[in-house]
Structure formats: structure tokens, C-alpha cells
């Protein structure tokens, strides 16, 4: 009913960028929040930003002053924008979306994407 695809991930090396889109389709009657998360091998998704329909935002405490995060919602889309990177930030990136389908709440579900690999070389 809903798709995320994100895009934008690849190979990088310390203290380079990158710009991650991601994208949301489907029957969509308000998306609230959009969020990334990151997931490394053997290890469980972390939040790495989230952000509501009036800009209130949130960034884990490791990726501050490096990552921004913005939406547009009129192309249902959230970008991350990476700064600085570090071989830490390694790990496939995840875009998140709480969507409602209809005008009840009763229609919120949560979404993911299938991810976009970021590798960070030393």
C-alpha cells in the first residue's frame, strides 16, 4: 500500500558526503514523522534523525553538527545530508515513515525501506 525507496548511499572516504533521498508512494494521507536509521552487521537499528511535519527535529548525540535532515512534503521525500564522515558511520541507512492512508487515525502504520549501503573508508 505504502512503498519507502530510498537512495543516494555508495563509498566514501573519511571526511567526505553524501545526500540520502528517500521517498514514500502509495495512498498517503499524511506522513508524520520521517525518520533514518542506521543498522550495522550483528547489531540493532539506531536512530540517526527524525523529523516531524513542523520541523521538529531530533539527531543522536554521534552524528550532531555532521548530519542534517530535512523533508519536503510536497514530494512525500526526507533527505539526510552527511558531513564529515567517519568509518563509524558505516551501515546501511533506513528510511522510516509513520503514514496515515486515510482520514481516521486508526489508519497509521509504520513503514520501512529496504535500505542503501553507506561504507566509509579510512
Known amino acids: 500500500q505504502v512503498q519507502l525507496v530510498e537512495s543516494g548511499g555508495g563509498l566514501v572516504q573519511a571526511g567526505g558526503s553524501l545526500r540520502l533521498s528517500c521517498e514514500a508512494s502509495?495512498?498517503?494521507?499524511?506522513?508524520?514523522?520521517m525518520d533514518w536509521y542506521r543498522q550495522a552487521p550483528g547489531k540493532q537499528r539506531e536512530l540517526v534523525a527524525s523529523?516531524?511535519?513542523?520541523?521538529?527535529?531530533v539527531y543522536a548525540d554521534s552524528v550532531k553538527g555532521r548530519f542534517t535532515i530535512s523533508r519536503d512534503n510536497a514530494k512525500n521525500t526526507v533527505y539526510l545530508q552527511m558531513n564529515s564522515l567517519k568509518p563509524e558511520d558505516t551501515a546501511v541507512y533506513v528510511c522510516?515513515?509513520?503514514?496515515?492512508?486515510?482520514?481516521?487515525?486508526?489508519?497509521?502504520?509504520?513503514?520501512w525501506g529496504q535500505g542503501t549501503q553507506v561504507t566509509v573508508s579510512s
Open positions: 523529523i516531524t511535519s513542523s520541523n521538529n527535529i
Open positions: 522510516g515513515a509513520t503514514v496515515r492512508t486515510a482520514i481516521t487515525w486508526q489508519s497509521i502504520r509504520r513503514y
Open positions: 502509495g495512498s498517503i494521507f499524511s506522513i508524520d514523522p
